[in-house]
């Protein structure tokens, strides 16, 4: 595929404007990215209103996410502050701010999905789509602190991807790299892993005690993506499986089970089976989703694995067509 292949059919004026939610890597301050990546969806959804579908997408799994996270809004909290008309609204915006980041997040992932003509220039851009995973992982995979998660991660994805597609030479190849990798690094790696046992643990327990319906979202002015206090004094929750489990239970856990198994199907043994799956195994050990930047440039990603798999399949459509046109003549 040459460069101008990249451009075949023509970019739309929505997909020029679907880019432009990769500024928010741009914006330093992380109350900016919120705003920004807020806002910047309703103008996006705004722009399709006027749109024609391209193609057609639902999934049960995404609504019942959205339905559930809306719920918990509800559930945990009434007492709205009755001070001042200030902290009523404050404390009204801290009931439902993490619910409105899943809401805009998937409305993104499927208009992007049902709207977009033609975005795969966005590998031209691939640098501003992976500049939260070049700022953690650049020069840091050489440092004796540096962080793993990402290139493990990778590897365990290829690993499973030339497993399922037999090709076991290969495979031979990767996990050689990833015996020596862990065997210079392991030290490093055990060091920085010490940390995610003490926070599973503060997850597990969180959601033992809340178990269908979870501890509710954040209600105060502290982060809601760390764990303060103990050994470790702070400490991020490495782990978004089991971080939206504490707030919101079990089920949304087999929600987002289910959709990333429907993600799976749809994409088969595609290439793009690899970088799905290494966004599903890097956010059971790093804290990735609840970071707006690292969260756009995975959804991102997974648009891209999906809409191949969908132009896959309606190629395969019109291969269908053309030969039934065929035999009917």
Not at 13 to 22: K, R, Y
Not at 161 to 190: E, G, H, M, N, Q
Not at 230 to 259: C, E, Q, R, T
Request: proline share 3%.
């Amino acid at each position: 595929m040459g460069l101008a292949d990249l451009f075949r059919p023509a970019p739309s004026l929505f997909d020029v404007f679907a880019m432009g939610i990769l500024s928010v890597n741009f914006l330093k301050d992380s109350f900016q990215r919120e705003i920004f990546f807020i806002f910047y969806i309703i103008f996006l959804l705004s722009f399709a209103a006027s749109l024609k579908e391209k193609r057609h997408y639902q999934n049960i799994w995404l609504t019942l996410i959205l339905l559930w996270s809306f719920a918990g809004v509800f559930i945990h909290s009434f007492y709205i502050y009755k001070g001042s008309i200030t902290m009523r609204y404050l404390n009204l915006y801290l009931l439902s701010e993490g619910f409105i980041y899943i809401l805009f997040g998937v409305l993104f992932f499927v208009t992007v999905i049902r709207y977009s003509t033609n975005i795969r220039f966005v590998y031209l851009l691939s640098p501003i789509l992976l500049i939260p995973w070049i700022k953690d992982h650049s020069m840091q995979f050489f440092a004796d602190y540096g962080r793993h998660t990402l290139i493990v991660s990778f590897l365990l994805s290829v690993l499973i991807y030339l497993f399922l597609r037999k090709k076991y030479k290969f495979l031979s190849v990767i996990i050689l790299f990833l015996t020596v990798l862990l065997f210079f690094k392991f030290d490093v790696i055990r060091s920085r892993f010490l940390c995610r046992p003490y926070v599973f643990e503060y997850l597990i327990k969180s959601i033992i005690n809340h178990p269908f319906v979870g501890a509710g979202f954040n209600k105060g002015l502290a982060p809601d993506n760390a764990i303060f206090g103990g050994y470790w004094g702070g400490v991020y929750k490495h782990n978004d499986y089991l971080s939206i489990g504490a707030y919101l239970g079990l089920p949304i856990v087999f929600f987002i089970i289910m959709f990333v198994r429907r993600t799976i199907r749809d994409i088969k043994l595609s290439i793009w089976l690899i970088p799905f799956l290494t966004i599903a195994i890097m956010s059971f050990f790093q804290m990735t989703m609840f970071d707006i930047a690292k969260a756009v440039s995975c959804v991102f990603i997974t648009i891209l694995c999906v809409l191949r798999a969908y132009k896959k399949k309606e190629a395969l459509d019109v291969q269908k067509d053309i030969s039934c046109g065929s035999l009917c003549v």
